[in-house]
């Protein structure tokens, strides 16, 4: 039987790709998502993949969201951690709701599904955790302080975590897109888009199938001594 793959926000944007890259590659994907049931649906119309609908800001849904996959599917071999949002504000502007909410979601959303997996995968003695961190994680963006310091987090969080499981079989690491098009990217005002765009060297935005196919490599056997690693895609716009 083929492996599992768990994708949050996997209805959508990079994560929609990721879902369906890794199901072409073999797993039985389940996408999970949180607040748009008309793209959950037609994207399972679409791909056949599953949608389960829960917020990864919330603990307790985590658990019973995952103990619902596996129910289904078995045990959830490959997580990957893509569920993500923006409240941008310049920070004389950012509500301490907007620190919040990204906070609970981009941050500790990555801990409230890690958690729940990781004891299987330590008793298994196989895992893959992949994270979507951001450029912004890495060099810090205007009107991001909560962003940028959530998707610095998810670095942080793969580095310390990837220690923990080598020894189990697990690795755990990081990509970091840059700006891809999507309705994240779109959402941004189009002059201030422009001037992101000439900042690429490759001159253009990323494709989320760009982003799909890092997350197939690190998910698979070849990959195995890659762990603690981040991967940067991002046209060439920022080296670290
Ligand atoms: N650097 C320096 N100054 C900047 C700036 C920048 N990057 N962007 C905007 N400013 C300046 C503006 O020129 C303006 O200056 P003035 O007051 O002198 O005119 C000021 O900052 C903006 O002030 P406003 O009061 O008009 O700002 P606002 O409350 O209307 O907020 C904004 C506007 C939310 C900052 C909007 O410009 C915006 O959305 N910017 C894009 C931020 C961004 O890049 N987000 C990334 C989203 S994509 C993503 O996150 C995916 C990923 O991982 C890559």
Redesign the pocket.
Known sequence: MGRVALVTGGSRGIGAAISVALKAAGYAVAANYAGNDEAAAKFTAETGIKTYKWSVADYDACAAGIAQVEADLGPVDVLVNNA?I?R???FH?MSPDQWRQVIDTNLSGVFNMTHPVWPGMRERKFGRIVTIS???GQKG????AN?SAA?AGDIGFTRALAQEGARAGITVNAIC????ATD??M???EK?RES?VAQIPVGRLGEPEEIARCVVFLASDEAGFITGSTISANGGQFFS
């Open positions: 993500g923006t941008d504000a310049p502007k951001s450029i912004n963006q205007f009107a991001q962003y998707k897109p840059g700006y891809i994240m990217v959402a941004v005002p201030v992101i």
